[in-house]
C-alpha cells in the first residue's frame, strides 16, 4: 500500500481534506544526490517525463539537466520512501528578476518545479514540497515564485490553485506566480524544524538500508526490503 511508503513515529500530518496523512520529510538534496536525482528522473514514464520538462526530452538530455544543477546557487529538494528510494524532487531555480521580467522589488525571483513516481502519488508530496520551497523564498528575502508547465499537467494545476496561485494559459502552457508574504520568526523557525526531521528521517532510512545490504551478505540472512 502507498501509506507504507512513509512510515514514520516522528510526526503525521492532516491534509487539507481532513485526513490523517502519513509524514512527508521534505529533505534538501545535495551533490552528493546527484546520482538518486538522475536514477528518479529516468524512472519517470515518458508521458510524465513530458509534463515535467515541458518537451520529450531523451535521456542524454535528462542527464545533462541533472548533472547541471548548480547547488551553490538553486535549490533542490527531495521526498524518500522507506527503502531509501527518491521518490520525489523540487528544483527551486533562482534568476534575476529582468529574466521574468518581474514586477517584483527584490533581486531575485524564483521558479519551481517537480515530479513524484506514480507509486508515490495521492500523498500531497507535490504539495508538500511546494511549501517546503515557498517558505525557503520567503525566509531568503525572494517575493515571487513561479511555475511553468503544460496546461495539461493537472498535478502543478492542483498544486498552483491550491496556493492560491495567478495562472496565465496560453497556447497550451501555463504560466503561475504566487506573490509571498515577508518572512517572520515562525517561518524561519519552521524551516529549520522542517529540515532538522527531515535530515533524521535520511538518516534513519540510510542506515536501515545499509543494515539490510550488510545482512543480504551474509550466509543464511535475506532482507525483507
Known sequence: MK?????N??????SGDGRDRPTVPVKELAERDR??????????EKP????RFGVHTPDDQVANYVMGID??????????????KLVAVGHLAFAPREEKNSSSEKERVAEFGVSVLKAARGLGIGSKLFERAAIHCRNNDVDTLYMHCLSSNKTMMHIAKKAGMEIHRDYGEADAYLKLPAPSP???????????????????????????KLLDKLPGMKSND
Do not use: C, I
Open 3 to 7: 501509506l507504507n511508503l512513509f512510515r
Open 9 to 14: 513515529p516522528l510526526r503525521r500530518w492532516m
Open 35 to 44: 546520482r538518486r536525482m538522475l536514477r528518479h528522473f529516468m524512472a519517470l
Open 48 to 51: 510524465d517525463r513530458l509534463l
Open 71 to 84: 547547488f551553490s546557487r538553486d535549490m533542490v529538494f527531495g521526498v524518500y520512501n522507506r527503502v531509501f
Open 186 to 212: 515562525g517561518t524561519v523557525l519552521q524551516e529549520a524544524l522542517d529540515e532538522q526531521l527531515a535530515t533524521l528521517d535520511y538518516a534513519l532510512k540510510a542506515n536501515t538500508r545499509a543494515a539490510a
